[in-house]
C-alpha cells in the first residue's frame, strides 16, 4: 500500500551536491529557483528513489554534533539515508581513490550489515550498506 518516495535534505551549495550525489547514479530530474534566487530545488533518481535538494540564500549550518555518528544518533530527528551496494570493500576502495573520503573502516552493525559512513559536501552523513541478511 506505501512505499517511500523521497527524502529532503538541505545544502549550501546546489551545484557541488549535485555532483556528489551523481556519482552515486542520481540522476538530475527537476531543477527549479524562485524568482529572487532565495531558493533552489532539485530532484535527483536513482531507481524508484527521489532525493530532493533545497538550497536556501539564506542557508543555516549544520550543527558540529550533527556531523559525527555518536553525537546525531541520540538527537531526534531525521539521521542519514543509506545506498546499498553488492561489494562494500569495492565500493570502499573507489570512493577513497574519488577523495570521497580518506579513512574509511567497515564495520558490522548489530543489525548484521556491513557498513560505513562518508559526508556529502555540507557535512550530511551518508551510510553505504552491504545487506545480503535475507538474499
Known sequence: ???????????????KSVDFYSFFGFKKILDWKDE????????LKLKDFLLEIFS???????PKNSQKLET???EIWVKHFWLQVDDIEKIKEILIE?????NIEIKMWRTW???FFIKDPDGILLEIVEDKRWV
Not at 57 to 62: A, C, H, P, V, Y
Not at 98 to 102: D, G, L, N, Y
Open 98 to 102: 574519488k577523495k570521497f573520503a580518506e
Open 72 to 74: 546525531d544518533l541520540p
Open 113 to 115: 550489515i556491513k557498513y
Open 1 to 15: 500500500m506505501f512505499k517511500v518516495h523521497h527524502i529532503a535534505i538541505s545544502v549550501s551549495d546546489i551545484k
Open 36 to 43: 529572487n534566487g532565495d531558493l533552489k530545488i532539485v530532484h
Open 56 to 62: 536556501f540564500k539564506n542557508f543555516q549550518i549544520l
